[in-house]
């Protein structure tokens, strides 16, 4: 099965898409947070967040006709 550079590029897009959404959710939270426990584990996220990010758009940038 042969699946298109355009069909990867928009999986690309939806993943950096919701990454982003989850970074900020993890961030907003972490403000909410009433304990350092969740405060910690909300950063954590986060940073988890930006480092699935940063996979994801190194990923698209590799990929032919971005």
């Known amino acids: 099965m042969t699946i298109s550079t355009t069909t990867i ?3 690309l897009r939806a993943i950096l898409a919701l990454t982003h959404v989850e970074i900020q959710t993890a961030e907003i939270r972490q403000a909410q947070a009433r304990t350092d426990a969740i405060r910690d ?3 954590g ?3 988890k967040g ?3 990010y940063l996979k994801a758009l190194a990923t698209a ?6």
């Open 9 to 11: 590029h928009r999986q």
């Open 45 to 47: 996220n986060a940073e």
């Open 41 to 43: 584990e909300l950063a």
């Open 50 to 52: 930006r480092a699935m």
């Open 61 to 66: 940038r590799r990929t032919p006709t971005w």
